[in-house]
Structure formats: C-alpha cells, structure tokens
C-alpha cells in the first residue's frame, strides 16, 4: 500500500471486519431473494485495507466514493441501517449522507471533480482542518479525467487524497488488457490491490425482478 503513513492517526475505526462482511453477506441475500430495486456491487478481500485507510479519515472529513461504496459508508459512520434502506430503494451506487459527509456516483469519473471542488472550498476557508478523500477504481485511475484532477490538486496543493483500489478489473475486461498497459502509482495517492469473491456488479447468481 503505497501513500498511508504521511498521515497521523486520527480516530479507532469501530466497524469491524466481521461487521462488514456480515452487512455485504446481508445484502447479497436480500438481492439473490429479488428484494432490492436495483444493480449492487458488492466488496470483498479489502477488508484490511480499507479499515487501516479509515484510521487516518476523521468523522469531519469528506468521503467520495463510486458505485462500490458500502465498506466506505460503513467506515465513515453512515448508520448501517440507514444505508440498508437506500440499497433496498435502489440506490446502492448514489449513496449520500451529510454528518458525516458522504458521496458516491456510478459515474465513472463522476466524482473526481466534486471531490475536486470540495477541496477547493476546504483550502479558501482560513479556518478549515478538514481533509478530503476519494476513492475510485483501477478504470478511473486510467483515465485522463483522473489526471487533470490529480494534477490540479497537486498544483494547487489541495486538502485532497485519492484511494485507488486495484482489484485489476476495468468493470468486466482486466485493467491491462483494456489498456494496453497501466500507470504506476503516484506521488500522494493511496494505492493497493486485492481480489474479490464477487463479480463485478450482483452476486454471480441470476435473479429475476
């Protein structure tokens, strides 16, 4: 994991991993049982990693996200029953809350200059400690959308950390492949790679509405 130890712990992660995968297991569920209104996408095997991220991110801080948001919610404080009814509604990849401050898209990309601007409001304030942090996937990290915005969080020295979770996957193609080739990590990112027992999006089983 590349990026973590630059930053002072700040709080104890109360969430556990077994309350993670237990909330993920709970939702597969509900999904394979045709309950929930919408596509999910499920995390797993980043367990670890994310619980050691979220020691550094304080309940003050903003949290990005993209259509893989649940552990992230979860970590940040968004109650777990709370989330569990926005994923029932069909909205597991447009989860937001705002104590703490929470914000996800399934727009590939979508989140990078919110977070962006976030920033820029957080560094204009005189006053602020607050920090920003947006995660995003291997496909995003690729993408020439991401440049511009690492580039301008770097040139204007912006309150501002991107999560890259490296599961290799550009949603179903692998990374590489779509690619021909892939980035080195960064100066100032977090980057770390795992795998996962579920696909992409779903559970692996069919499932009719």
Known sequence: MYGLVNFPKKKNVET??????????DIAALY?????KGPIHLSDGNEVELIK????ISPADFVFSAWRNHYHALLHGVPADFLKSEIIE??????????PNFFS?????GILPVALGAALGYKQDPENTKHVWCFIGDMTY???LFWEAYKMSRNHHLPLTFIVEDNGKSV???TVKTWNGRMEPLEGIIHY???SKYPHHGTGKWVNF
Do not use: P
Not at 105 to 109: A, E, K, P, R, W
């Open 142 to 144: 690729e993408s020439g």
């Open 32 to 36: 394979e049982e045709g309950k929930i």
């Open 193 to 195: 790679q795992y795998s």
């Open 90 to 99: 069909g909205r597991s990849m447009g989860v937001m809350y705002d104590n």
């Open 53 to 56: 991220i979220f020691e550094k």
């Open 105 to 109: 898209s399934s727009i590939v990309g």
């Open 16 to 25: 556990s991993i077994e309350d993670l995968i237990s909330f993920e297991k």
């Open 172 to 174: 179903t193609t692998d």
